[in-house]
Every structure is written in C-alpha cells, then in structure tokens.
C-alpha cells in the first residue's frame, strides 16, 4: 500500500543566502524534468534557512527603489520574486520549505495543493503544542490575529516550486519596517512565542516532516549524496 504513496526526497540545505536558496531549486526542478512522464519526476522538499531577506511576489507593485534602497539598508538583501503573495521577511530562526511536486502524482491542481500545504502546516503547530493555529481570509497559518507562518507558491506545467516560512525563532522586529503581507492591522508570532520557550529549526523540521508526510500521504527518503549549489 505504501509504495502507491508518492516518494520525496528531502534535502536538509542549511543557512544561506536566498540567492541561493533559489539557485538550488531551479537545478533540483531542472534534475527532475520529465514533465511528458509524471511518474518519473522526481519529487523533492528543500529545508533551509535564509541570510535576513525581504521578499515580494508578483502582486506587489508599491515597492519602489527608495523602499528596496531603505530595507538594504537593515541589513537584509532584497528579492523581486515570481511567488504569489506580497512582501514578506525570511531570515534566521525561520524555516524555510520548498516542495518540487510533479502535482500528477499527488491528488490535483494548484487550489489542492495550496489548501493542503495549509493543513500541513497546522498540523506542524498541533504537533508542537499550538492547537489554534487556522486559516482565514487572509493568506497564511494564523494563531489569533498574528501570522505563524507565510505561504507563497508558484506552479508551472503541474510543477511547484516557493513555499511556505515558518517562524520558529525568529526575531521578529524585522517584521516591523514592513507590512507582512500587505495586511494591515496584524502581526506576526512565531513557535517560540506562542510556546514561550525556544523552538529551534531542527525541532520545528522534525513535526514539519511527520505532518508532511501524513498530510500529503507520501514517503520521505532523506538525500543522501550532496546536492551541490548551481550544478548543471
């Protein structure tokens, strides 16, 4: 029964910068391109961490070069991206999550997958001690009025790639010098705030990967070679 259930691959990437972060993703989703053959692509989910970096997706078109200018200069770089969703803060004590899902091989389109990435991640929060974690109107996992965690994908011939950023131990005055996600009026937690101790990366990746698994009815094989950054 369980070799029916879709394989990924997951590849524990570190810290780096998301420059990178992106270069990585693009030679995974590149390595795994049989898209006429669903049944061979090879599935992978990327768990990093980013350097401090503001990002927006492909609805934001407030950001002008002063505002870019104005967040380098924190101490963040600055990403113009092909997500979907605004801006957004990735940066240490943030877990990162890419999925590379051939979708055909999993239950449906885009609106499926969002809805179950979703689900996954409050399954990730139930699993670590936070039972009120939801959904509403606005995108994101919410605990109350305050964002747990961003979601933002893109997806091309069945192909997804982004993802979601869980705030485990992140310091969260980052968030303060802009609006998460264009949403006025909110804020934004973190693991380690709403558990009221720290919750490093690797704690939050252990229930991330049960949840995934579970929710999206697949198998996880860890990566066992090194995978190296901008290979061809």
Known sequence: MSLSRPLVTVVRAG?????????????????????DVPAEFRNYLVLQEHDPVYT???RTKDYTVADEERLRKLGADFHRTDRGGLI???????????????????????????ATLERMVIETCRQLGIPNATT???????????????????GSRYV????????????MTWFEHIVPCGIEGKGVTSLSEELG???????????????????????LKEQAEAIMQGSN
């Open 56 to 58: 927006i997706g492909v």
């Open 197 to 219: 101790r720290q919750v490093s990366i690797q704690e939050a990746s252990t229930a991330f990967l049960s949840s995934f698994a579970k929710v999206f009815e697949c198998r």
């Open 88 to 114: 957004t803060f990735h940066g240490p004590g943030q877990l990162v999550a890419y999925p590379i899902l051939h979708l055909r091989q999993f239950q449906g389109g885009m609106r499926w997958y969002v």
């Open 160 to 171: 997804t790639s982004h993802g979601v950023g869980l705030n485990c131990c992140t310091d």
């Open 136 to 154: 509403t109107k606005d995108t994101g996992i919410w605990v109350g009025d305050r964002k747990i965690c961003a979601i933002g994908v893109h």
């Open 15 to 35: 810290r780096h910068s998301y420059a990178a972060g992106l270069q990585l993703q693009q030679h995974l989703a590149k390595s795994s391109q049989k898209l």
